[in-house]
């Protein structure tokens, strides 16, 4: 059993410390939160222990009467390893804390590269966190081309990727970005950050990124041109992305037109909390003219890091074989939506989780 720890308990580490506790070989030992909020109570509801972050506040808990187990060092000596799940620039200031404590920690994508030995996508650069002491799990947007890009440049080769990102102007639940009515280039400078930070789990290959924001809450979208080195037709581009184990072809007959269906969708077939942990492409998107491939995908920014993050505990900490842990995070997880419109299901990863 791999014991594990989150330290920071909002929009990704309460999606995380769900994923761990539904994985087999791993044990939620507690999750760490500054303050006693609404988020605190569920965390109890769910019969986590719950930690006081920052010690000098554990009697704001007991005054609201919600019951802590200790404090975040506390938790520390309890486990093999913590996934900071902090806002940006918090895990870096963490670090030495998790050093001190001999913990291996997973950061997060608003953590600069440097903060980790490795940044990590499970599909991409799975072995380069092998044994690892700290690993960047990549952002959402990051995640999202990264799924993409690996298996096409394996099957044909990429000349480069000039991707814009749509970006969603803030979290369903992030009131202080909003109200917002406004188009906004962001960054305004052009290529944007991402392109370099794909580089930092796939190193060789040119991707241009343009970032956007935009008022809505619920999705990123990405459009995706991808000049390949080879010719392709899109029928078997499109069995290429389907055979993925974290991928969503939405099919044209299910009228999905945009995030509020996809989410609606999520939330129709009991995804927890609406979430999509795959990348969602419309299939009727994907179009080849010579060697240049287009398509349109969302990514939900708020799920498609979770599953891995729970890839990356395993490859800090054993050695499961990559395709052994993603096909067991999908399992435990239920990652993997497959259409019911069409004849046959995607032929997806054949690997069955062995427990
Ligand atoms: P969030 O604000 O929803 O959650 C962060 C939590 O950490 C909050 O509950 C906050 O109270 C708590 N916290 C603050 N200071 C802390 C401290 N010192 N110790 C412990 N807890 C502390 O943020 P989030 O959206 O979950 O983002 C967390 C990380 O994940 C960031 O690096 C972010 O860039 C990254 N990320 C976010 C998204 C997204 O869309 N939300 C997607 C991918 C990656």
Same mark, same amino acid.
């Not at 608003?110 to 030995?117: F, H, K, Q, S, Y």
């Given at each position: 059993m791999i014991r594990v720890g989150v330290n920071g308990y909002g929009t990704i580490g309460k999606r995380v410390a769900d994923a761990v506790a539904a994985q087999p070989d791993m044990e939620l030992v507690g999750v760490a939160k500054t303050r006693p909020n609404f988020e605190a109570d569920a965390a109890l509801r769910r019969g986590y222990a719950l930690y006081a972050a920052v010690p000098d506040r554990i009697d704001d808990f007991s005054n609201a009467g919600i019951d802590v187990a200790g404090t975040l060092p506390e938790l520390l000596e309890a486990i093999d390893i913590v996934v900071d799940c902090c806002p940006s620039g918090v895990g870096a200031d963490n670090r030495s804390l998790y050093a001190d404590h001999d913990v291996a920690a997973v950061f997060q994508g &608003?953590?600069?590269? %440097?903060?980790? #030995?490795a940044s990590f996508n499970a599909r991409a650069n799975f072995e380069d966190a092998r044994g690892a002491e700290f690993v960047r799990v990549v952002s959402c947007n990051t995640t999202g081309l990264s799924r993409v890009i690996a298996p096409l440049r394996e099957r044909y080769g990429i000349e480069k990727v000039r991707a814009t990102l749509v970006r969603r &102007?803030?979290?369903? %639940?992030?009131? #202080?970005?909003?109200p917002i009515n406004d188009v906004l280039p962001d960054p305004v400078t052009v290529p944007s950050h991402h392109g370099p930070d794909v580089n930092t789990v796939i190193p060789d290959v040119t991707v241009d990124t343009l970032g956007l924001t935009v008022p809505a809450t619920q999705m990123h979208t990405h459009s995706l041109n991808v000049t390949l080195d080879s010719a392709a037709d899109a029928e078997a581009v499109k069995e290429l992305l389907a055979s993925?184990?974290?991928?969503?072809?939405?099919?044209?007959?299910?009228?999905?037109?945009g995030a509020g269906k996809l989410k609606e969708f999520a939330r129709d077939v009991g995804r927890p909390r609406g979430d999509l942990w795959e990348n969602c492409i419309w299939e009727r998107s994907i179009n080849v003219v010579g060697r240049d491939l287009y398509l349109f995908q969302n990514v939900h920014q708020e799920a498609d890091v979770v599953p891995e993050n729970i890839d990356a505990i395993r490859a800090i900490c054993t050695d499961v074989p990559a395709a052994e842990s993603t096909a067991r995070t999908n399992q435990a997880l239920g990652v993997g939506l497959e259409s019911r419109f069409g004849s046959e299901a995607p032929d997806r990863e054949t690997l069955i989780a062995d427990d």
């Open positions: &608003g953590e600069a590269a %440097g903060v980790a #030995d &102007g803030g979290d369903p %639940g992030q009131s #202080d970005r909003g993925e184990g974290r991928t969503f072809l939405i099919p044209e007959d299910a009228a999905i037109d």
